[in-house]
């Protein structure tokens, strides 16, 4: 016999998402029938979204982003520089083995 | 004519990404001149390491349609790049996290926090989080049950603090 103690430790994992199918609809259905039970789990609901607070949110300020994108062209540009280098190199060595 | 074309996409594919990169270098390195060095870095080995994916493709119109597939498949490439290089500076430079702003999360080894920030920031589910960063699925269950525990557990203690 599955008792609340049981389906109190499945809690976080079923937010993680981690159950089985079956595991999840045990749950949910012991949720819906278990009035004192459903309230623990919204308590813990909460708890869980919460923790997007815990994650800290960086400004990415538009003065930094705008520096950002002109390094990364920067990258793209030296890349695509370096391959059309290579390109010629190889089609000169091509050539100079021709001939 | 036909690089500068192929320059403007990749650019216009990386672009809307870079936000959750600073997002994630930060969490990675909390100092703004290691994280925004730690992106150009990442970005330059993942364009390296996939060279035949990013700077040989001849951009058509398929890719242009398809540009939301081709970002998400960038920004995991590019993120498994940062986590490694990440992980590795955040060693090396011996970071001190005790002044920082959530310090809980700080305190949580460098791949933890990693998949903390994918799992309750980004919504990411553990399947994805396995296949980019390149871990085993109990690796990541591991991972998000411990930086579950620690986050709630400061989460509970600020609230008291503030209570």
């Known amino acids: ?37 459903a309230e623990y789990f919204k308590l813990k609901q909460a708890e869980y979204n919460n923790l997007k607070n815990s994650i ?24 695509f520089h370096t391959e059309s280098s290579n390109v010629i190199e190889k089609f000169s060595s091509w050539v100079k083995e021709k001939l | 004519m036909i690089e500068s074309v192929r320059k403007k ?17 930060m ?51 590019w993120i498994k790049v940062m986590v490694h290089l990440g992980m590795r500076r955040a060693t090396q430079l011996q970071i001190r996290y005790e002044g920082v702003e959530h310090r809980e999360f700080y305190h949580l080894d460098a791949s933890t926090r990693v998949v903390a920030w994918l799992k309750y920031d980004q919504g990411w589910n553990i399947s994805e989080i396995e296949s980019t960063l390149g871990l085993k699925k109990f690796e990541v269950i591991e991972k998000v049950h411990n930086s579950r525990f620690i ?7 600020s609230q008291e603090l503030q209570g």
Request: hydrophobic share 35%; charged share 30%.
């Open chain 1, 1 to 37: 016999m599955m008792n609340r103690d049981h389906f109190a430790r499945k809690i976080p994992a079923y937010f993680d998402g981690t159950l089985t199918e079956r595991e999840r609809t045990e749950l949910e259905s012991f949720v819906g029938t278990n009035r004192e039970f």
């Open chain 1, 56 to 79: 800290p949110h960086f400004q990415f300020s538009t003065e930094a982003q705008t520096q950002m994108e002109g390094e990364l062209k920067e990258v793209i540009d030296n890349l």
């Open chain 2, 9 to 25: 996409d990749l650019f216009t594919l990386i672009q809307p990404l870079l936000p959750k990169c600073h997002s994630l270098a």
């Open chain 2, 27 to 77: 969490s990675l390195l909390p100092d703004d001149l290691q994280a925004q060095q730690l992106i150009v870095d990442s970005f330059t080995q993942c364009l390296l390491k996939e060279k035949s994916l990013w700077l040989d493709r001849d951009w058509d119109e398929s890719d242009k349609k398809d540009q939301l597939h081709l970002r998400r498949l960038m920004l995991k490439s």
């Open chain 2, 151 to 157: 986050l709630t557990g400061g989460l509970k203690r």
